[in-house]
């Protein structure tokens, strides 16, 4: 099943330009944070990995077996500057694993494959 659209991948695109270049305000920044997390799930369908960046969104994404209730097993979990350097390109997987910048819980919660969108 195919994600489900919410933003227009232009508006999203655009959204995610404007954060890369800096200053970009609170509304612009959760665009780019929900546009990535769409993004996200329909280059990676699948339901065994939830990512969370809070207040902006959440999706679960990566082929696997889904949880149905609780806290999922494989959680990935980090403020939007971090989701949005690690989806641009700006921070690797490893290097905000490895400066704690994310939590990451889970055999599958590693994006590292997946990561950066662009």
Request: charged share 20%.
């Amino acid at each position: 099943m195919a994600a489900r659209r919410r933003i227009d991948p232009a508006e999203g695109s655009a959204a995610l330009a404007a954060w890369t270049l800096g200053g970009a305000s609170r509304a612009v920044t959760a665009m780019a944070v929900r546009y990535a997390l769409e993004e996200l799930a329909a280059r990676a369908p699948g339901n065994s990995v939830e990512v969370r960046v809070p207040p902006f969104g959440v999706t679960q994404c990566i082929a696997g077996p889904r949880h149905t209730r609780g806290t999922p097993p494989n959680v990935v979990e980090c403020d939007a500057g971090t989701w949005l350097a690690l989806v641009t390109g700006q921070l690797a997987w490893g290097d905000a694993v490895e400066r704690g910048l994310l939590a990451a819980s889970g055999l599958r919660a590693d994006l590292s494959g997946e990561l950066p969108l662009r």
